[in-house]
């Protein structure tokens, strides 16, 4: 492993004060962040607009980590699923998913995850590190090739509901995110771009302020503190009422609507009460609820709920005129579907 910077971790500024220190035209900058980010080169020597002397300059000075499809898993449902090697040989998985309407691309923000929520499996990897901005970038840029493909379509959605918790690897979450929409990245709308965080209310309020325009969802799963706890212990360090205060301030400061994760689990949060604690939160945010079949993933204390279960909710929040969905698991048959990236490849479960 070489020990060098990706010149993607320079922005424009930084950039053009390292050309003038080499003696290098500052017009040069554009032409190589252009090359580096929109065509996504994977050597310096593929520049070819660009003169060998500054070929050589950055090539001894910096390297292009890009990442590597190790295996890539095909669901009979459409969805496809990547193992995904980095520079430092950590794995990561991104997933494809084609619909009629869309295709939506589910990229991970961390190798692994620091949190514990008991239906994921990728809780079971702890965290290993952030990625860098460009190597959450890189995976969007992959899948994008990979749709246009094999669904001779582009990636219209992206969410955030791969590996990690993308709030706790904020600052290159952000970086990726502004990239991703820029003209000189991959243009994609802000519209379509949705951060699924498990609920950490510091920093929603912090990102409330990055003038992002994209939507926030929230894996909810409990309206009530001590059941929430249950199913996400490390929500113990974060009550409820901070939740939601959160995500009020992001309202407030976005305008956006808040859209809530909700798995129902059988016996333990399937009940009434629980269903009136959620529609009380829902009536104090405009939010919508989309609730998301269970795949278990090895704790056997929890089971996908009774149908009559779904049912129940969904008419509860449907006569309090609260918009809810229910969606469907996609890619369940290549451990793809929500919940299930572990990397199985490698650690064999
Ligand atoms: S659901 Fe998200 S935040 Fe929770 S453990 Fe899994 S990856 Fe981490």
């Given at each position: 492993m070489?020990?060098?910077?990706?010149?993607?971790?320079?922005?424009?500024?930084?950039?053009?004060?390292?050309?003038?220190?080499k003696n290098q035209k500052k017009y040069r900058v554009n032409?190589?962040?252009?090359?580096v980010w929109n065509k996504s080169i994977s050597s310096f020597s593929q520049m070819s607009n660009i003169s060998d002397d500054l070929k050589n300059i950055l090539d001894k000075e910096f390297v292009l980590n890009k990442p590597i499809e190790i295996k890539s898993y095909k669901s009979s449902d459409g969805t496809i699923k990547y193992s995904i090697q980095l520079y430092d040989k950590n794995l990561i998985e991104a997933v494809l998913i084609p619909s009629k309407?869309?295709?939506?691309?589910?990229?991970?923000?961390?190798?692994?995850?620091?949190?514990?929520?008991?239906?994921?499996?990728?809780?079971?990897?702890?965290?290993?590190r952030n990625l860098f901005c460009y190597e959450i970038f890189d995976q969007l840029f992959f899948l994008n090739e990979q749709s246009k493909f094999y669904f001779k379509r582009k990636i219209s959605n992206l969410v955030f509901m791969g590996m990690g918790e993308p709030l706790l690897n904020y600052k290159n979450v952000v970086k990726a995110i502004n990239k991703i929409k820029s003209k000189s990245g991959l243009n994609f709308s802000a519209k379509?771009?949705?951060?699924?965080?498990?609920?950490?209310?510091?920093?929603?309020?912090?990102?409330?302020?990055?003038?992002?325009?994209?939507?926030?969802?929230?894996?909810?799963?409990?309206?009530?503190?001590?059941?929430?706890?249950?199913?996400?212990?490390?929500?113990?360090?974060?009550?409820?009422?901070?939740?939601?205060?959160?995500?009020?301030?992001?309202?407030?400061?976005?305008?956006?609507?808040?859209?809530?994760e909700y798995i129902i689990f059988d016996g333990i949060n399937d009940n009434v009460e629980h269903i009136k604690a959620l529609v009380k939160i829902c009536k104090t945010i405009p939010c919508k609820v989309?609730?998301?079949?269970?795949?278990?993933?090895?704790?056997?204390?929890?089971?996908?709920?009774?149908?009559?279960?779904?049912?129940?909710?969904?008419?509860?929040?449907?006569?309090?005129?609260?918009?809810?969905t229910y969606r469907v698991s996609r890619g369940r048959d290549i451990n793809a579907a929500c919940g299930q990236l572990i990397n199985l490849n490698k650690v064999g479960y």
């Open positions: 070489e020990n060098k910077d990706d010149i993607r971790l320079l922005n424009s500024e930084k950039l053009e004060e390292f050309f003038i220190n032409q190589v962040l252009d090359w309407k869309r295709i939506t691309a589910c990229i991970s923000s961390q190798v692994g995850c620091s949190l514990d929520c008991k239906f994921c499996a990728t809780s079971r990897l702890y965290r290993k379509k771009i949705t951060i699924s965080t498990s609920g950490i209310p510091k920093i929603i309020k912090h990102i409330a302020h990055e003038d992002l325009k994209c939507n926030l969802a929230v894996s909810l799963h409990s309206a009530i503190q001590k059941t929430r706890e249950i199913i996400m212990p490390f929500s113990r360090k974060f009550p409820i009422e901070d939740l939601i205060d959160s995500l009020k301030y992001w309202n407030r400061v976005t305008k956006k609507k808040i859209l809530y989309n609730f998301i079949e269970y795949n278990p993933t090895g704790d056997l204390r929890f089971r996908r709920c009774k149908v009559e279960k779904l049912e129940l909710y969904q008419k509860y929040l449907t006569n309090e005129g609260i918009v809810n």
